[in-house]
């Protein structure tokens, strides 16, 4: 017989879900279906904690205590990088290898930075900064008109300032 169930006990569960759109029940089931919660109903919570982050796909963080799913979304710096971009949503199904050939400022940049720095790796914010512009440049758009690069070798060489935090 399995262990009684411990109503206290806080389970996390981190999940990919696409933004805005009900998943396969399916695949919330292994996940969620031993610690007695409906599938169903996550998933419908789940598509409306990620309403603004229509068509993107985001890792969603489920605290689920005394058979209650408490739903955060944790933002990936691309996903972050691709919302700055202000592009319309898009059929998954239908377009795929998109380019995103857009531009942000040095500012947004900042603001993603700030957003994604307790969960960086990297000592000081200016290392923060270029995890962002490394993942800009992967995602293929520029930064003030120029290349990523280029603003990262310019951190590198002082003549970005960037703010402490």
């Known amino acids: 017989m399995p262990p009684k169930f411990d109503p206290n006990e806080v389970k996390i569960v981190y999940l990919r879900a696409v933004g805005a759109t009900v998943g396969a029940t399916s695949t919330l089931a292994p996940k969620i279906g031993p610690l007695g919660l409906s599938p169903k109903k996550v998933g419908d919570d789940i598509a409306k904690a990620t309403q603004d982050w ?4 985001i890792t969603v963080k489920l605290t689920i205590q005394n058979r209650q799913a408490k739903i955060d979304v944790v933002p990936t710096a691309s996903s972050l990088i691709i919302r700055e971009l202000k592009e319309p949503p898009r059929d998954r199904k ?3 290898n998109i380019k995103h050939n857009g531009n942000i400022t040095m ?8 957003i994604m720095r307790p969960r960086s790796m990297a000592r000081h914010f200016s290392g923060t ?6 993942t800009a440049q992967s995602v293929g758009c520029t930064v003030d008109g120029s290349a990523p690069h280029d603003k990262i070798e310019a951190i590198n060489d002082g003549e970005i300032d960037v703010p402490d935090e």
């Open 129 to 134: 900064v270029k995890e962002i512009l490394g």
């Open 94 to 96: 239908k377009e795929k």
């Open 107 to 114: 500012e947004q940049v900042f603001e993603i930075a700030r």
């Open 54 to 57: 229509k068509g993107l796909k």
